[in-house]
């Protein structure tokens, strides 16, 4: 499944995330989708529910942001919102490159600091 391949990128991106930044228990993903990324943030939730407890033996919760797809005309420069897949510029009808709205991006992680959070057990 397509969403299980982009969950395990995601997981590697987070895991590498945390190591670098030495934070602790990750508790939430944060991620922003393209519209026309292709990918079903519905899916992609549940494939990571699905996943995730191989990774972390707390619960992580993933936050999906959609991202309208938007595009700059490459004539007149209008930035617009791309509706119903029309790709020409509204104003003057120009070719349009699009900017935004294809993209998977890990947008932040909240997650406890590895120091300072540690349990003292008796
Ligand atoms: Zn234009």
Redesign the pocket.
């Known amino acids: 499944m397509h969403e299980q391949s982009l969950v395990k990128t995601l997981i590697d991106q987070v895991q590498e995330e945390s190591r670098i930044r030495g934070l602790g228990r990750v508790h939430e993903v944060h991620l922003r989708v393209g519209e026309f990324s292709g990918i079903e943030p519905r899916l992609l939730e549940s494939a990571f529910a699905e996943m995730a407890p191989a990774y972390w033996d707390t619960l992580v919760q993933l936050s999906v942001e959609v991202m309208p797809l938007t595009a700059t ?1 490459e ?4 930035v617009f919102h791309v509706e119903g897949f029309h790709f020409v ?1 509204p ?4 070719n349009v490159q699009v900017i935004a709205g294809e993209e998977m991006q890990l947008v932040s992680l909240r997650a406890e600091r590895q120091a300072g959070c540690e349990e003292v057990s008796q």
Do not use: F
Not at 75 to 78: G, I, P, S
Not at 91 to 94: A, T
């Open positions: 005309c004539t007149c420069h209008e510029c104003r003057c009808g120009g």
